[in-house]
């Protein structure tokens, strides 16, 4: 009998970037402008017009077009950006508001610090 390997995942995300982007949709509109990938070349590998992926992408108030599991398996299949996909829905699904809560006090506690630090050196310098 032979044993088939079970691969793992390891994921490394930004535990705050639900809070820039509050949609899946969005992260990957500013994906694509941040690979600067040619919209009609893209669109073109996901079997789209650049108008309609440009639609899906901005998603206008009252617009029907909306980006879709195929479409995303569709810009998935194009560029490879897959792992920046996952890590986005790791960071919005897999951490509990108490811990995006805990990170976010330990992170103002840090920058306090810091603070305090710049206004010590301001105050020796008036000295």
């Known amino acids: 009998m032979s044993s088939i390997a079970h691969p ?18 969005e992260y990957i509109a500013f994906r694509v402008q941040d690979q600067r990938l040619n919209a009609a070349n893209l669109a073109s590998k996901m079997d789209l017009s650049p108008s309609t992926l440009s639609r899906k992408l901005k998603q206008p108030e009252g617009d029907t077009q909306r980006l879709n ?10 560029t490879k950006d897959v792992g920046s996909v996952i890590a986005y829905l790791v960071a919005k699904y897999m951490e509990s508001p108490e811990a995006r809560s805990a990170r976010a006090l330990i992170r103002f506690e840090e920058l306090a610090g810091e603070l305090n630090e710049v206004i010590a050196v301001i105050k020796a310098g008036r000295v």
Do not use: M, Q
């Open 8 to 25: 793992n995942l390891t994921v490394s995300f930004d535990p705050a970037l639900p809070e820039h982007w509050g949609s899946l949709r």
């Open 69 to 78: 599991c195929d479409d995303l398996e569709a810009y998935i299949k194009a």
